[in-house]
């Protein structure tokens, strides 16, 4: 029994690789904070500043490169160490731009408490919350401010906000933004309100995505207590911030991991012994 362990760790450590590399545009400059997943697997991480990145996973697996502003790419791990992004080309019809007026303001969203937090543990990933158009927007029909609630263990951690169009099968489209915004958030629980004013971005009417997405990064690293029935003192590696959640009566929200977009139908939070269906902190301000 000895010589088959010891063989299945050397078999298993032979397998998996440490991938590391850069992500380029096509001018040959590095692209900051660009999420990566391992396709169908719960591993990713985001390329730095730099555009650099390092990641560890087995052999002859698919890597899907997510950045604002370019095509989605997908490659098979191999020696290249550099990733070159084409820039994304948009269907400019879906976005509506015109001046606003900004003198009558409207909260969409729904929240009011929060029931806990989501951390992101060491895997990059969005969190998305659907916001279906109602005929009074028409009163206001500008995205004013983006308001997400966060929690954080440590100050000046990195999150990204993401704006996407919908679907026909209801999931996201295309980013209604073409540019990072990254928000920087203080320790402890925050109410965050991004401006959104210059987009003069229009309410579209089958609806919009705002997306929650959490950037694997040193800065956002932190360890994280947690108990166990072996030991009260487990320490596990997570990334800052994490993004307050309420329940609600419907679920609302899809998520992005593994490379995909995924149904969070059914999804829920034991609150109490009684299930309910939680989705992110986030709201809307619209304006005239």
């Not at 032979?14 to 697997?41: A, C, H, M, R, T």
């Not at 210059?198 to 690293?221: L, Q, R, S, T």
Request: aromatic share 10%.
């Amino acid at each position: 029994m000895r010589k088959l362990t010891l063989l299945l760790l050397v078999v298993s450590n032979s397998i998996y690789s440490q991938f590391k590399g850069i992500v380029l545009d096509e001018s040959n400059k590095p692209i900051s904070y660009v999420n990566i997943w391992v396709e169908n697997e719960n591993i990713g991480t985001t390329s730095n500043e730099d555009g650099e990145f390092l990641i560890n996973t087995i052999n002859e697996k698919i890597l899907v490169f997510s950045a604002v502003g370019f095509e989605t790419k997908k490659i098979k791990i191999s020696n290249n160490d550099k990733v070159v992004l084409q820039t994304a080309i948009y269907n400019l019809e879906e976005i509506v731009i015109t001046k606003s007026k900004g003198s009558i303001e409207r909260e969409i969203g729904n929240f009011k408490k929060s029931i806990g937090s989501h951390l992101s543990g060491s895997v990059p990933w969005i969190y998305a919350k659907r916001f279906e158009f109602d005929g009074v927007y028409k009163k206001t029909p500008f995205l004013k401010n983006a308001i997400v609630f966060t929690k954080s263990k440590i100050k000046n951690a990195k999150f990204k906000l993401r704006i996407f169009s919908v679907m026909e099968n209801g999931f996201p489209g295309e980013d209604l933004l073409k540019e990072d915004i990254i928000v920087v958030v203080k320790s402890g629980k925050i109410k965050n309100v991004i401006d959104l004013s210059k987009f003069n971005i229009i309410f579209p009417d089958n609806g919009i995505f705002i997306a929650y997405e959490w950037m694997i990064i040193e800065e956002n690293k932190y360890l994280y207590k947690s108990f166990s029935k072996e030991s009260s003192n487990t320490y596990s590696i997570t990334y800052a911030p994490a993004v307050m959640v309420h329940k609600v009566e419907t679920e609302n929200t899809v998520a992005y991991r593994e490379g995909k977009w995924i149904s969070r139908k059914g999804s829920s939070l034991k609150e109490n012994t009684n299930k309910v269906v939680i989705e992110p902190a986030i709201n809307l301000t619209l304006t005239n």
